[in-house]
């Protein structure tokens, strides 16, 4: 029997974290799992996503459950579950126990492109909605548990040289890299949450990674400080990134 490997691929919003859940999806021997924690996040916060009411009938929001479930086996016959977390979807409280059954991996972006982005979308109001905080945390926790620094990909990288970093990711995590990762069906998939009606216009166009452009614009002043405390967490997770 083919020996199973559980992916944890820690994000954060406005990412390219949808087109890299297509492109491990595109492998056959993958099952994809799409924020898995988004009902518990939006029920303990409070929250007004768009699609919150969707979202949290559309998904389990207790975290005990949740987590039991993502280290059981995995589903479809296959022998690669990916699964696709959100850093801010960890709250303090969360019991973060199960990650030690996971080959957790981290994807990082530029916070001045993320806060360009993600403020075309819903109001920012704390750094901790980004996610690089909570990333840089459990990657903290996960290195001084292992002795080991987990894996680090920056969205730059993958972007420009996506073969070369998708064949340096799957090394470290142990499977082979296969040419469907480079290239999927445009669309929608049954595996997207709910919410992809409202995030997803772009990934759904894609067939691939888009190449890397650099944004010409700053992210607005009134930011700045949000904009400090993530390129912080950004650069201490940026010096272990894959080359």
């Not at 082979?176 to 669309?187: A, D, K, Q, V």
């Amino acid at each position: 029997m083919a020996e199973s490997t559980r992916i944890a691929m820690w994000s954060g919003p406005r990412n390219i974290s949808t087109a890299m859940m297509r492109s491990f999806e595109n492998r056959p021997d993958t099952v994809v799992e799409d924020e898995p924690f988004y009902a518990h996040y939006l029920v303990k916060t409070g929250i007004d996503h768009p699609c919150r009411i969707e979202t949290i009938e559309s998904q389990e929001n207790d975290w005990d459950k949740v987590s039991s479930r993502l280290i059981s086996e995995i589903p479809n016959g296959r022998t690669v579950w990916y699964q696709k977390h959100m850093g801010q979807h960890n709250l303090p409280e969360s019991d973060l126990e199960w990650t030690k059954k996971m080959v957790n991996c981290f994807l990082i972006r530029n916070p001045q492109e993320v806060i360009i982005s993600f403020t075309k979308k819903f109001e920012l109001e704390s750094s901790r909605q980004l996610g690089f905080i909570q990333q840089l945390e459990l990657f903290k926790k996960i290195k001084s548990e292992t002795g080991q620094a987990p894996p680090v990909v920056d969205t730059k990288d993958i972007l420009s040289y996506p073969r070369e970093t998708l064949t340096a990711l799957c090394n470290k995590i142990g499977i082979p890299f296969m040419e469907e990762m480079l290239y999927w069906p445009s669309g929608p998939r049954e595996s997207d949450g709910v919410w992809a009606k409202h995030w997803y216009q772009n990934v759904e166009a894609s067939t691939g990674f888009n190449p890397y452009q650099k944004g010409k614009n700053e992210s607005p002043h009134e930011y700045d400080e949000i904009l400090n405390e993530c390129m912080d967490a950004y650069n201490c997770l940026k010096q272990y990134s894959i080359k």
